[in-house]
Nanobody
């Protein structure tokens, strides 16, 4: 399995932007669908965005569509999440995930996970 490490979280005011990055180890990164999930206190982990192995196809949760952009660089083994127009309800721990066969929004079906990075949006 691929090893994943997130970075880029922090504290930002509502309306601001953050860019999360996820560095992956291993030579098979390009064969993994990559995704971002988030989990707020007391809530279940929820799907945010996913990107296909080539980067040619993306999918977003309705709550972030038009504000967040997922991208990947297979040469650098990296996937990013650009978050604009942040809202207090975006506050959560954000997790990078990868899988070689699944690309849907059910967390338990994703095989590889990072440790998470905290994003806090103040009002």
């Amino acid at each position: 399995q691929v090893q994943l490490v997130e970075s880029g979280g922090g504290l930002v005011q509502a309306g601001g932007s953050l860019r999360l990055s996820c560095a992956a180890s291993g030579r098979t990164f390009s064969s993994y669908v990559m995704g971002w999930f988030r989990q707020a206190p007391g809530k279940e982990r929820e799907f945010v965005a996913a990107i296909s192995t080539s980067g040619g196809s993306t999918n977003y949760a309705d709550s972030v569509k038009g504000r967040f952009t997922i991208s990947r660089d297979n040469a650098k083994n990296k996937v990013s999440l650009q978050m604009n127009s942040l809202k207090p309800e975006d506050t959560a721990v954000y997790y990078c995930a990868g899988d070689q066969g699944y690309s849907g929004n059910t967390p338990i079906r994703w095989g590889s996970w990072g440790q998470g990075t905290q994003v806090t949006v103040s009002s």
